[in-house]
Each structure stands twice: as C-alpha cells, then as structure tokens.
C-alpha cells in the first residue's frame, strides 16, 4: 500500500498561478507570518486559504474555501 504525502500550493501576491511548496517551507511561512498557529493549520487542514501578506497558502488538490487572514 502507498501513501501520498500531502502536498501544499503557494500563490504570491501579484502572479496569477499556484506553485507546489513542501510541507515544510508552507509550515516556516505560516510560523513567521501568525501567533496563534493551532487554528491556522486546523483552517488549512480544512481546505481554506490561508492569507498572509506576501501570499496565499492551500493544501493541493482540495476544493478550497477562501478565507482571509
């Protein structure tokens, strides 16, 4: 049996197209940008953009609900 990692999107401020990120450079963004870091991750877990104000942060492949920051 195989798993897929799940996989995280990054869209900056001003380009008009998604990148894939790794976990890892998604979780050190969000660190830098918020306080609170246990209901940002819950929201992205749940498909909802996280803003911050250089970028918009999704997990790949989920039907994503905007949500602002």
Known sequence: MQFKMTQYEVKYLGENR???ISEK???E???????LLTP???D??????IRTPYAIYRLKGLKNVEEQY
Do not use: P, Q, R, Y
């Open 29 to 35: 963004f969000i660190v830098d940008s918020f306080d």
């Open 40 to 42: 940002i991750i819950a």
């Open 25 to 27: 450079t998604c979780m």
């Open 18 to 20: 998604w990148k894939e």
């Open 44 to 49: 992205l877990l749940n498909g909802k953009e």
